[in-house]
T-cell receptor
């Protein structure tokens, strides 16, 4: 089945640690996105990528890093520089804007700092 | 930059019709999309308007007016399972990303 997979579902991080959230898709989509969602809030864009080996900062990129070495994979690293990382993280993929509308989301990773 | 504003909460009765509005400020975009998200779940795609006018998909319809910088999602024959958050989204030209609105939490009551 085609889809987008995030792992892990739940993640606990100690203060000062870097953690990496996985996102894999087998939909052959060019575009991939990372969003952060805080309780009762909307989706805020962290990073996005339109093609392999290229990515752009979104509205809240500080304290995060990404890579796009393969079309299928777009991992997000939450660094120790992110002061308030506890949130629900959503990865999505789509065809390039202008080529289609629908974005597909993974089931999310809930990150908690302990 | 861009902004997409939605009412934060809407309550409606089962079986009724509800309209969720989205007003935007953006220099240009490919189209307006709508997504549904149940608590703790992933957003799922509902509808897309590339052109002005009404698009109908079953019980859901979506409308776009570029001249008025306005769109809405219309849900008919409301069911309890429609209780969820609804987001409008645009793909801005030039930015080539997917930008979401503030979201509307819909509560359907018996």
């Amino acid at each position: 089945d085609g889809g987008i997979t995030q792992s892990p579902k739940y993640l606990f991080r100690k203060e000062g640690q870097n953690v990496t959230l996985s996102c894999e898709q087998n939909l052959n989509h060019d575009a991939m996105y990372w969003y952060r969602q805080d309780p009762g809030q909307g989706l805020r864009l962290i990073y996005y990528s339109q093609i392999v080996n290229d990515f752009q900062k979104g509205d809240i990129a500080e304290g995060y890093s990404v890579s796009r070495e393969k079309k299928e994979s777009f991992p997000l690293t939450v660094t120790s520089a992110q002061k308030n990382p506890t949130a629900f993280y959503l990865c999505a993929s789509s065809r390039r804007p202008g080529q289609g509308a629908e974005a597909f989301f993974g089931q999310g990773t809930r990150l908690t700092v302990v | 930059g861009q902004s997409l504003e939605q009412p934060s909460e809407v309550t409606a009765v089962e079986g009724a019709i509800v309209q969720i509005n989205c007003t935007y400020q953006t220099s240009g975009f490919y189209g307006l999309s709508w997504y549904q998200q149940h608590d703790g779940g992933a957003p799922t795609f509902l509808s897309y308007n590339a052109l002005d006018g009404l698009e109908e998909t079953g019980r859901f319809s979506s409308f776009l007016s570029r001249s008025d910088s306005y769109g809405y999602l219309l849900l008919q024959e409301l069911q309890m399972k429609d209780s969820a958050s609804y987001f409008c989204a645009v793909s801005p030209r030039g930015a080539n990303n997917l930008f979401f609105g503030t979201g509307t939490r819909l509560t359907v009551i018996p």
